[in-house]
């Protein structure tokens, strides 16, 4: 009979996988209450940090890591935080748009292929409500991030 061993989570692997995403406020990110996500190692769609933690891992795998503050998606930057014209927002999206404290916005990336996330830090500036605060740091920055994962498929 021939021998079978359990795939283990090597780089560039495709994955299908249940993962949950957290820091001290919460989940980012939690899939175990829908369908898996299937993803490839190494294409950025995860973390550096969190990608390491995944190699090696055995088909079947469910495991919880503790990545520290700052090593998962890096220390906060206050550069990050930029005001964006309400006349650029309104070219690229809908005029009428209403942005309030918490909302996530995504922006197309230069190139038009990809897009990136902002998060609504403040509406106005002063008496004027011509530019919107946005924070283009990952909402886990520079905090501890709990990464919870269950290996489904490993190709």
Known sequence: MPSTSTP????????????????????IINTFNDKPATLSLGTGQLSPA?????????????TSFDIP??????ERQPDMQQWVARK??????DPLEQYHVGDVV?????D??????????QVG?????????????????????TFEVQLIGVL
Do not use: C, I, K, W
Request: no cysteine; net charge negative; glycine share 18%.
């Open 112 to 121: 038009g292929l990809g897009s990136y996330a902002g998060a609504v830090q």
């Open 125 to 145: 500036n002063g008496d004027s409500a011509d530019a919107v605060l946005f924070d283009f740091n990952h909402p886990l920055a520079g905090q501890p991030v």
């Open 106 to 110: 995504q922006f197309p990336t230069p």
């Open 69 to 74: 503050a700052g090593e998962a998606f890096g």
């Open 88 to 93: 650029l927002l309104n070219q690229m999206g």
């Open 50 to 62: 969190v990608e390491q933690r995944l190699l090696g891992l055995p088909e079947g795998t469910r």
């Open 8 to 27: 283990t989570v090597q780089p560039g692997s495709f994955l299908t996988l249940h993962y949950r995403l957290g820091g001290p406020t919460g989940d």
